[in-house]
């Protein structure tokens, strides 16, 4: 199924146990930023009941997976570039349907996905928050499960029920964080503290803490103006925050990744692999 006999995109979940903590943000931004430095990057929009991406880049999609599926077209033709290498799969309620595809529809999916495959060096996808199975299956399949987490006790005691249903359910057993809306580094590694102390303590998972943004109003001003605030406001601490988490994802791209890329991603989600 490969082209070249390998696949060598990074595939990345943004997740969370409970809604509005900044996943679509995140997703873009980082996105865009790793667009900056030379990446080229595919965001899948998984989030069944607020798919919202197009939005954040002030575009607006009329097809989506269901589409796909459902043979109208090719996945190529949904697939819009919403910023200069970066481009969005719409994926919205249709994402449902990856779990229940026919045989041929597999077949049809996943011949096209391998024509895409050596293309991108990253895929972003932006999950639905919660422990529904509908949504998990698309953090198992992805290489890194990436959970954003504020400091609102309920925003940690979901990612916490998130992250035992992930292990006991798919044997997923490491996580990397994300504190969003932190006063300073000081609260965020506070927040990846109380969450990785629990999960120690009553699972056995591996958390690693792979950064934060604080609480900015650039952000949240940008967003409304449906604006990424890495493009408007390149000084505000979130930016450089995000910029900061690009740079170390990008320094981390050298280590092994236990699961495969886009094609392994895609088999899982069609049930193949
Ligand atoms: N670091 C931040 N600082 C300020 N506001 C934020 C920050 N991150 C997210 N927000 C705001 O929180 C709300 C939810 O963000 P969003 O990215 O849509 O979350 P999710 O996708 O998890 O539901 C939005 O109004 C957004 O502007
Ligand atoms: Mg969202």
């Known amino acids: 199924m490969f082209k070249n006999g390998f696949d060598t995109t990074r595939t990345i979940s943004v997740t969370s146990g409970k809604g509005g903590v900044g996943k ?4 873009c931004n980082l996105a865009f930023e790793l667009a900056a430095a030379g990446k080229k990057v595919l965001i899948l929009d998984g ?22 599926l459902e043979n109208h077209c090719q996945l190529e033709d949904i697939i819009m570039e919403v910023a200069p290498n970066v481009h969005l799969i719409p994926g919205g309620s249709g994402v449902y349907g990856l779990s229940r595809l026919e045989p041929m529809q597999k077949h049809l999916l996943l011949d096209q996905v391998s024509r895409l495959n050596k293309n991108f060096d990253y895929m972003l996808v932006d999950t639905a928050p ?12 992805a290489q890194e499960i990436m959970v954003v987490v504020t400091p609102d ?37 506070m927040v990846f503290k109380k969450l990785s102390d629990v999960a120690a303590r009553f699972l056995c998972v591996g958390l690693d803490y792979r950064g934060f943004i604080p609480s900015d109003l650039n952000l949240r001003q940008s967003n409304r103006n449906q604006e990424l605030v890495v493009r408007t406001t390149r000084s505000a601490p979130a930016s450089v925050a995000i910029r900061g988490l690009a740079e170390n994802l990008k320094g981390s791209e ?20």
Do not use: C
Not at 47 to 68: C, Q, T
Not at 153 to 175: C, G, H, M
Not at 254 to 263: P, Y
């Open 153 to 189: 006790p309920s925003s940690l005691t979901d990612a916490y029920a998130l992250i035992k249903v992930l292990n006991q359910r798919y044997r997923e057993n490491r996580f990397s964080i994300v504190a969003n809306m932190v006063r300073d580094e000081q609260e965020a590694r």
């Open 47 to 68: 989030d069944l009941g607020m798919a919202n991406v197009d939005i954040f880049f002030n575009a607006r999609s009329r097809l989506n997976i269901s589409h796909v």
């Open 130 to 141: 919660g422990i529904d199975d509908n949504v998990l299956y698309l953090n198992a399949a």
């Open 254 to 273: 050298r280590f092994t990744e236990m699961k495969g890329g886009l094609q392994f991603f895609w088999n899982q989600l069609s049930g193949v692999a």
């Open 24 to 27: 679509t943000s995140l997703v």
